[in-house]
């Protein structure tokens, strides 16, 4: 074969690329049309039988050279393609997603920025325990200049023969105390049915690991419309987090703050995993406050500190830490709260590093 005749095959070579690439794309505007119909309806992108059904067709039709095996390889490359098409064709229309929005949420409570320009460090006892107990550490709150208490008055635990937590009483605690000493204060809901008193009591209302897909909480924390922290499952992939999120925002609550908080791995070392790179990812992928609990990630008193860096480092908009006035006795987490003196230690490291910046300044106090 001459030079010449390489040349004019493959013009035609490059007629068909053409001819492909054309065919290929008008495929793809199908596919995507498919794609937004199964959203809407909830259909599974993934249509294996479908799939089945195409190469079926395709191999009945093959009459070379490719074989069979070729065509069927060739043609799953292409369904994958549509698939992942399709995925980030519904991730586009997500309420939650950076697409949809582009500048960062703030959540303004108080007087307190979620998301704003300075992370916040979120902070409290596990569990709301007596109205002592949180006093002592929302005085140390004001004195630290800090504006936000978090305290557990409704405790999922691992045993059902471990303290279960104050319920209302434990919420009134929190709200009296918010009250007195103007602190933003924050308490997990597990019940959809307790979800409008507790709006009553609390400013933010938190959305535990445990309950991330429990949907039909989600729904009713979306028609609250109250400010939620939403933790990240202790097996949830960062896309059903955000999915997590979505079903708030889907109901009309967009003041909404994710908190990484470790997930469960084999290493057994730290109690869960922090996946430290959850942060940026939902930074990009999402507008919404990205916050990391170092307490239930970690279960280290001794790796509290270095991880909170690393979390403002990547940027997270804040931290959330557990201090209790005396971790030994406590009622729930006694091996990983903080007492208060540690605690301001980590306050005053965490100012040195720079990564974080007095809330209040002593001036304003
Ligand atoms: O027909 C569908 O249901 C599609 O979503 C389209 C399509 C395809 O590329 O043809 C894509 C993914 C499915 O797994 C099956 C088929």
Known sequence: MSQDQVEILRKQVDEINLQILELMNKRAGLVQEIGQEKLKQGINRFDPEREREMLNLLVENNNGPFTDD??????????QASLDLQKSDNKKVLLVSRKKKAEDTVITIKGV????????LISGPCSVESYEQVREVAENHVKRGLRTLRGGAYKPRTSPYDFQGLGVEGLEILKR???????VTISEIVTPSDLELAAKYVDVIQIGARNMQNFE???AAG???????LKRGLAATIEEFIYAAEYILSEGNSQVMLCERGIRTYEKATRNTLDISAVPLLKQETHLPVFVDVTHSTGRRD????????????????IMVEVHPDPDVAL????????????????DDLLASGLYKQEIPVAAR
């Open 223 to 229: 028609r609250l419309g109250h400010p939620v922290l």
């Open 303 to 318: 790796l509290l500190l270095p991880c909170a860096k690393a979390g403002l480092a990547v940027g997270s908009d804040g």
């Open 70 to 79: 070729t065509v069927r390889h060739l043609f799953k490359q292409i369904f």
């Open 217 to 219: 909480l989600l729904k």
């Open 332 to 347: 729930s987490d006694a091996k990983q709260q903080l007492n208060i003196p540690q605690f301001n230690k980590m306050v």
């Open 177 to 183: 105390i918010g009250d007195e000493f103007n602190l």
């Open 113 to 120: 920025e979620f998301g704003g320009t300075s992370p916040i």
